[in-house]
Structures are given as structure tokens and as C-alpha cells.
């Protein structure tokens, strides 16, 4: 989304500078990122984790100068939240004329996460002057109702459309239809529930499926071990990390991506817009799901088994499906909405830091 949103800006002629903790590996997201975007870093090299976090109010004492000369500096995910909290404090001691507008990006929303790191975020939101969150579900209306500072807004990912058009060309079949994620394989994001669903899936269509699950992350060796114990063994490819999601897409004939309520993922509108129709499981135990959803959902591993299982039925039926959430994803979660969101915030500062 980072990367995305810093891209397109870019293109519409703003100055954009992105504030990573230190230097990636520059196979994975950082290869994307438009050469116009100034990279900058707090430290030459990773260290530990909490040291990161020890020495990040001394570093942005050091270099609040630098800092300061930003009109907008937006923050990501839990580093981010902590640089903006000790940015807020330094700049309360500058007039109200020259204040850099504060802005946070809150990407926990339906993810099951530590009750602390939570509670962090809804406690240091009050430091800005807006705190975005990319989806609402009940814990965030609850704590929106009970805040004095009316600074929340809901801002949805969105996606350039263009980059995945015509990926996935389906060839009519009446088996080995192929079911596919690409997912961060982590404990927050319960990658086990697709193992779940695919076993399903392969038991509603007595066999006649294949999967694939793309991604890497700490759980790997954990799936690796179930996967080794289910009727899908023979059935599953894991090819690790999905550097061009493309590849994965363009063997699909249906996605399993995650909603919270009616927003989905980046990788599920990657999805779409490749050609491929996609059936999500829902993170949101309040949701309550509806014939006139774009795109299915259900809490329940089996009822999306059954939904998959159901579509798996001619050619025409997929791409009727994929047509319709293509047509709403377009009008709702392409890149010009979400860049809009955050300009109306921004106030369309010429310079924009990350």
C-alpha cells in the first residue's frame, strides 16, 4: 500500500520521501518503488529489535530539523506509530502556523493481533491530527464513539488496476480446477485456516482440485507439518516467498482472500483485477454476510469451502463472478480513491514524507 500510494503520488508531480528503519533486500517490495522517491533510512544496518525502538527518540531528536521541514509526514504499522509519537511532542513547541500535519495509518484492523499492540494504537491515535484506519469493524466503532477527537477516518487500500489486467486466462475444464492465497505466514493471519479450506474444498469436489498457497514467514515449518498429515499433501504447492504474484494468478481459477466486513486485501484485488474471482474468509465475527456482497464471505472455513466449491462450475460462471467484482473493486478500491482520501488530508502539500 506504502508502495503504492508513494508511486502514484509521484507520478501526479508531489515530492514523496520514504523513511524505512533500515536497507531491505531489494528482490522484495523496495524493487517497485518508483526511482523518484527519495529512500532514507534511520540506521545503516538492522539491529535488534528493541534497540530499534531505544534509540528512535534519540534519532529523531537528532534529525528533528530535518524532519520539521516536512509538510505531511504520514506513519506506518507500530515503528511508524512511535516515530510519530515523539515527533507529536516536539512539535507541540512549534507555533500552530508551522506545524507539520501528522498523519498515521492503522493496518491492524481485523487482524488478530496482541490486546497491547492494539491498545497501543488506540492510545497514541490521539497524537495526530488523523489516524486512518484501512477497514472498520466493531472494536474500532466502539473506540471512535468513545473518543473526544474526532481525527479517525476509514480509508480502504487501494490498487493500480492496469499492472494486472489480462494475467489469468481460464481454458474451460470440468477438473483440476486450481484454488490459490498468497499470504504473509504468520500467527496473527492464521495461514492454517487455508489448509482447512482446501481440505474441504478437495472433499466437495471428490478430488478434482489442486492448490497453491504462496508466502513465507515464521509458521512456515508448522503448515509444513500439517500439510504433511492432510489428504491435500500430494495436491498443495508451496512455493515460498511470491515475489511476482502474477505467476501464482495466472494458474488460478479462484482466490481465498480475507475480508474484514465488506474490504478486502491487496493481494485479493491483485487478484481480481488479474482476472481471477475470489471468495474471502471473514475476519469480522460481527458480519453478517448477504446475497448482495461483492465479494463472498463467511466466518466459517466450511461455508467458504462450500461457496468455492459450489462456483467451480463452468468457464462462464468464474468469469461472470470475476466480471462483477472487477466492475465494484474498480469503482471502490482503485489507487485514484485511496490517493484522493489521503490528499484531502495531506491538504495537497507539495512535500510528503512516509
Same mark, same amino acid.
Given at each position: 500500500m506504502?508502495?503504492?500510494?508513494?508511486?502514484?503520488?509521484?507520478?501526479?508531480?508531489?515530492?514523496?520521501?520514504?523513511?524505512?528503519?533500515?536497507? $531491505?533486500?531489494?528482490s522484495l517490495?523496495q524493487?517497485?518503488l518508483d526511482?523518484r522517491?527519495?529512500?532514507?533510512?534511520?540506521s545503516?544496518q538492522a539491529?535488534?529489535?528493541?534497540?530499534?525502538?531505544?534509540a528512535?527518540?534519540?534519532?529523531v531528536?537528532?534529525n528533528?530539523k530535518?524532519?520539521?521541514?516536512?509538510?505531511?509526514?504520514?506513519?506506518h504499522?507500530?515503528?511508524?506509530?512511535?516515530?510519530g509519537?515523539?515527533?507529536?511532542?516536539?512539535?507541540?513547541?512549534?507555533?500552530?502556523?508551522?506545524?507539520i500535519?501528522l498523519?498515521a495509518?492503522? +493496518?491492524l484492523v481485523?487482524?488478530? $493481533?496482541?490486546?497491547?499492540?492494539?491498545?497501543?494504537?488506540k492510545?497514541?491515535s490521539?497524537?495526530?491530527?488523523?489516524?486512518?484506519?484501512v477497514?472498520?469493524?466493531?472494536?474500532?466503532?466502539?473506540?471512535?464513539s468513545?473518543?473526544?477527537?474526532?481525527?479517525?477516518?476509514?480509508?480502504?487500500n487501494?490498487?493500480?488496476?492496469?499492472?494486472w489486467?489480462?494475467?489469468a486466462?481460464r481454458?474451460?475444464?470440468?477438473?483440476?480446477?486450481v484454488?490459490?492465497t498468497?499470504?504473509?505466514l504468520?500467527?496473527e493471519?492464521?495461514?492454517?485456516?487455508?489448509?482447512?479450506?482446501f481440505?474441504e474444498?478437495?472433499?466437495?469436489?471428490?478430488g478434482?482440485?489442486?492448490?497453491?498457497?504462496?508466502?513465507?514467514g515464521p509458521?512456515w515449518?508448522?503448515?509444513?507439518?500439517?500439510?504433511?498429515k492432510?489428504?491435500?499433501k500430494?495436491?498443495?504447492?508451496?512455493?515460498?516467498? $511470491?515475489?511476482?504474484?502474477?505467476?501464482?494468478f495466472?494458474?488460478l481459477d479462484?482466490y481465498?482472500?480475507?475480508?474484514?466486513e465488506?474490504?478486502?486485501?491487496?493481494a485479493?484485488l491483485?487478484?481480481?483485477f488479474s482476472g $481471477?474471482?475470489?471468495?474471502s474468509l471473514?475476519?469480522s465475527?460481527d458480519?453478517l454476510?448477504?446475497?448482495?456482497?461483492w465479494i463472498?464471505?463467511?466466518?466459517?472455513?466450511?461455508?467458504?469451502a462450500g461457496?468455492? @466449491?459450489?462456483?467451480?462450475?463452468?468457464t462462464?460462471?468464474?468469469d461472470?463472478?470475476?466480471?462483477?467484482?472487477?466492475?465494484?473493486?474498480?469503482?471502490?478500491?482503485?489507487i485514484?480513491?485511496m490517493?484522493d482520501?489521503?490528499l484531502?488530508?495531506? +491538504? @495537497?502539500?507539495p512535500?510528503?514524507?512516509?
Amino acid at each position: 500500500m506504502v508502495i503504492e500510494l508513494a508511486n502514484d503520488l509521484v507520478s501526479k508531480g508531489e515530492e514523496v520521501s520514504l523513511l524505512l528503519y533500515s536497507a $531491505v533486500d531489494t528482490s522484495l517490495n523496495q524493487y517497485s518503488l518508483d526511482p523518484r522517491v527519495e529512500l532514507l533510512f534511520v540506521s545503516k544496518q538492522a539491529k535488534g529489535r528493541y534497540y530499534k525502538y531505544i534509540a528512535l527518540p534519540f534519532w529523531v531528536h537528532k534529525n528533528r530539523k530535518q524532519l520539521l521541514e516536512f509538510e505531511v509526514v504520514h506513519c506506518h504499522l507500530t515503528y511508524g506509530l512511535i516515530f510519530g509519537y515523539f515527533l507529536a511532542k516536539i512539535r507541540k513547541n512549534l507555533p500552530p502556523n508551522k506545524r507539520i500535519n501528522l498523519i498515521a495509518t492503522c +493496518h491492524l484492523v481485523g487482524v488478530s $493481533v496482541p490486546i497491547a499492540t492494539r491498545a497501543l494504537n488506540k492510545y497514541l491515535s490521539k497524537n495526530f491530527d488523523y489516524f486512518v484506519l484501512v477497514s472498520i469493524d466493531s472494536y474500532w466503532r466502539e473506540s471512535i464513539s468513545s473518543f473526544e477527537k474526532n481525527n479517525f477516518r476509514v480509508i480502504p487500500n487501494g490498487i493500480s488496476k492496469s499492472p494486472w489486467e489480462g494475467i489469468a486466462k481460464r481454458v474451460e475444464k470440468s477438473q483440476n480446477f486450481v484454488i490459490g492465497t498468497i499470504s504473509r505466514l504468520a500467527k496473527e493471519r492464521n495461514p492454517k485456516v487455508f489448509i482447512e479450506i482446501f481440505e474441504e474444498v478437495d472433499f466437495l469436489t471428490d478430488g478434482k482440485t489442486t492448490f497453491i498457497l504462496g508466502g513465507a514467514g515464521p509458521e512456515w515449518e508448522s503448515i509444513i507439518e500439517l500439510v504433511n498429515k492432510s489428504r491435500i499433501k500430494e495436491k498443495l504447492v508451496m512455493p515460498g516467498l $511470491v515475489l511476482d504474484p502474477r505467476h501464482v494468478f495466472s494458474s488460478l481459477d479462484c482466490y481465498v482472500g480475507l475480508n474484514v466486513e465488506d474490504i478486502t486485501g491487496v493481494a485479493t484485488l491483485e487478484a481480481i483485477f488479474s482476472g $481471477v474471482p475470489a471468495v474471502s474468509l471473514q475476519l469480522s465475527p460481527d458480519y453478517l454476510s448477504g446475497a448482495s456482497d461483492w465479494i463472498f464471505s463467511d466466518q466459517s472455513p466450511q461455508k467458504v469451502a462450500g461457496k468455492i @466449491a459450489s462456483i467451480l462450475v463452468t468457464t462462464q460462471l468464474l468469469d461472470s463472478i470475476n466480471a462483477k467484482q472487477i466492475e465494484y473493486a474498480s469503482n471502490r478500491f482503485e489507487i485514484a480513491q485511496m490517493r484522493d482520501a489521503y490528499l484531502i488530508l495531506y +491538504h @495537497a502539500h507539495p512535500g510528503v514524507a512516509f
